[in-house]
């Protein structure tokens, strides 16, 4: 009897830990909008990316790559300014919740399809943090068949980052 009662304590015990644990969604703050463009035009650069818990390594382009925003809503990248990184992408950004109360920046332009190898002219990519100074983005990403999860750390462009050219 001792023992049912010891496992039936342990079976509830493991029942009542593995619920849903879903967190709720980041709250961005009320000044996204300056601290995403600083009331112009703000240049953001990779400090670190990772492909699901691994961490990736970074070459020239990764290292170069400047994602500019402007507070007119349009966007832009430096890739095609820098040798064999492929053109650059021009497109509008906006702000945009999921109907779990996630926030998103969507960028739209008719280049996404061709750099992003997608039928949609639309990529979304959920805000997990924005702050003066970092930024960090995830999206889901399709390569070699399968679907990724990559998270970007971003931080202004004139912020010192260790460890940043990173390899295995």
Not at 25 to 52: C, F, M, Q
Not at 101 to 112: E, N, V
């Amino acid at each position: 009897m001792k023992q049912f009662v010891i496992f039936y304590y342990i079976l509830l015990s493991v029942l009542f830990s593995c619920k849903d644990k879903s967190k709720e969604p980041y709250i961005i703050p009320e000044n996204v909008i300056h601290l995403l463009t600083a009331d112009s035009v703000k240049s953001w650069k990779i400090a670190k990316r990772y492909n699901g818990k691994t961490r990736m390594n970074m070459g020239n382009c990764f290292l170069g790559y400047r994602l500019r925003f402007r507070e007119s809503g349009l966007l832009s990248d430096n890739n095609g300014l820098q040798k064999d990184c492929g053109p650059s992408l021009e497109a509008t950004w906006e702000i945009t919740t999921s109907e779990k109360g996630a926030y998103f920046l969507k960028f739209k332009s008719d280049q996404i399809p061709g750099l992003l190898n997608q039928e949609s002219d639309e990529k979304f990519f959920k805000i997990l943090y924005i702050s003066e100074d970092s930024l960090t983005l995830s999206y889901v990403h399709k390569q070699f068949n399968q679907r990724r999860r990559i998270t970007d750390y971003m931080v202004r462009e004139d912020v010192e980052v260790k460890d940043r050219e990173f390899h295995w």
